[in-house]
């Protein structure tokens, strides 16, 4: 049976990690655990950076943006002797026999590792991306997404008044929910995505169509990051379509800022799930959401799983332009 249990956060934080670390901790407690926060993610171990903490060391954050915890990228957590190394610190130096990892793939290809080497490790998804394919949804991604609804927004009104064309990189690393979403939010006019590609001259005549025929006074073009660079891109557009085209990059902006009632709610009841799996006995696990139902999935199998690309958006947003 377990006794302490620690939790991290690590990779990029997203909003309602908060809530979910709030969760966590005080499921844990409530079940009669003792509760360890490991601070800067996986490097927090091995700086022995570990805290206990009690309930109120969590008050006040379920509204808050970021990680109270702090988090960290680690490279070093892919070598099998640092995994090995990192279990044995967590075991004999701080007795801790399980492990809350929130966070995106690389944590948990972490959390992996860790079970493996004997730590009892459950993984809850938490990142704007919305890449984890066991979950419908990452905690931090409807957040992100209305940053950058928010912006498109605000682009828009400064679009129409310059009768400009803006492009727009939104994040999502290799994931392009956060940009077709948005597009479908904001009635933007084209989006690209690694998901689905549209080759330059493709996209050179939309915009004469939609600009030239149909007389649009903007126009809105979403790209996830990765595609292309969204500057050349623009000056492309700007010297074949007839229109000035600027490129704006929201960058790390959308990564921060007061989570979204729902990013609370996936992060309170993942975490509180996250306890009850650990108290089931399961390891090399995560959580997610599926069909509205919360469920886990082996860690193994869920890096595997391909996320669904969003043809469907596609679609919508083609026939309501
Ligand atoms: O995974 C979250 C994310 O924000 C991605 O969308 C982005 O590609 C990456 O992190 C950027 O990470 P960093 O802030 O470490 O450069």
Same mark, same amino acid.
């Given at each position: 049976?377990?006794?302490?249990?620690?939790?991290?956060?690590?990779?990029?934080?997203?909003?309602?990690?908060? !809530?979910?670390?709030?969760?966590?901790?005080?499921?844990?407690?409530?079940?009669?655990?003792?509760?360890?926060?490991?601070?800067?993610?996986?490097?927090?171990?091995?700086?022995?950076?570990?805290?206990?903490?009690?309930?109120?060391?969590?008050?006040?954050?379920?509204?808050?943006?970021?990680?109270?915890?702090?988090?960290?990228?680690?490279?070093?957590?892919?070598?099998?002797?640092?995994?090995?190394?990192?279990?044995?610190?967590?075991?004999?130096?701080?007795?801790?026999?399980?492990?809350?990892?929130?966070?995106?793939?690389?944590?948990?290809?972490?959390?992996?590792?860790?079970?493996?080497?004997?730590?009892?490790?459950?993984?809850?998804?938490?990142?704007?991306?919305?890449?984890?394919?066991?979950?419908?949804?990452?905690?931090?991604?409807?957040?992100?997404?209305?940053?950058?609804?928010?912006?498109?927004?605000?682009?828009?009104?400064?679009?129409?008044?310059?009768?400009?064309?803006?492009?727009?990189?939104?994040?999502?690393?290799?994931?392009?929910?956060?940009?077709?979403?948005?597009?479908?939010?904001?009635?933007?006019?084209?989006? &690209?995505?690694?998901?689905?590609?549209?080759?330059?001259?493709?996209?050179?005549?939309?915009?004469?169509?939609?600009?030239?025929?149909?007389? *649009? $006074?903007?126009?809105?073009?979403?790209?996830?990051?990765?595609?292309?660079?969204?500057?050349?891109? !623009?000056?492309?557009?700007?010297?074949?379509?007839?229109?000035?085209?600027?490129?704006?990059?929201?960058?790390?902006?959308?990564?921060?800022?007061?989570?979204?009632?729902?990013? $609370?709610?996936?992060?309170?009841?993942?975490?509180?799930?996250? &306890?009850?799996?650990?108290?089931?006995? *399961?390891?090399?696990?995560?959580?997610?959401?599926?069909?509205?139902?919360?469920?886990?999935?082996?860690?193994?199998?869920?890096?595997?799983?391909?996320? *669904?690309?969003? *043809?469907?958006?596609?679609?919508?947003?083609? $026939?309501?332009?």
């Amino acid at each position: 049976m377990i006794k302490k249990v620690g939790i991290l956060t690590s990779g990029g934080d997203a909003p309602g990690m908060n !809530a979910a670390i709030r969760a966590v901790v005080r499921a844990g407690l409530d079940s009669g655990l003792e509760m360890y926060v490991i601070y800067e993610g996986y490097k927090g171990i091995f700086d022995r950076n570990i805290e206990k903490v009690n309930r109120t060391f969590v008050s006040d954050i379920v509204n808050r943006g970021g990680t109270k915890i702090g988090t960290a990228r680690y490279p070093g957590m892919a070598n099998p002797e640092v995994q090995k190394e990192a279990a044995r610190i967590l075991r004999e130096e701080f007795q801790i026999d399980a492990l809350v990892a929130i966070g995106g793939d690389g944590t948990y290809r972490g959390a992996l590792a860790l079970s493996r080497n004997g730590i009892k490790c459950v993984g809850i998804p938490g990142t704007i991306d919305n890449d984890i394919a066991s979950s419908d949804f990452t905690i931090g991604f409807f957040t992100a997404l209305q940053t950058i609804v928010d912006c498109v927004d605000k682009l828009r009104d400064t679009s129409s008044s310059h009768k400009r064309c803006s492009v727009i990189e939104t994040m999502g690393r290799y994931c392009g929910d956060l940009a077709v979403y948005a597009a479908v939010a904001t009635g933007a006019d084209i989006v &690209i995505t690694r998901e689905n590609p549209m080759p330059e001259l493709d996209l050179f005549e939309q915009v004469r169509l939609q600009t030239q025929v149909e007389h *649009k $006074r903007h126009l809105i073009v979403l790209v996830t990051e990765h595609v292309c660079d969204v500057n050349e891109l !623009a000056d492309k557009i700007t010297k074949e379509c007839g229109i000035e085209a600027k490129a704006e990059i929201l960058g790390r902006i959308q990564r921060g800022g007061t989570p979204t009632a729902m990013d $609370r709610f996936l992060g309170t009841t993942m975490g509180a799930k996250a &306890i009850e799996e650990l108290l089931n006995d *399961k390891t090399g696990i995560c959580i997610g959401i599926l069909n509205n139902q919360i469920v886990s999935t082996p860690i193994e199998e869920a890096l595997q799983m391909e996320n *669904k690309p969003n *043809k469907v958006y596609k679609h919508v947003l083609q $026939r309501t332009r």
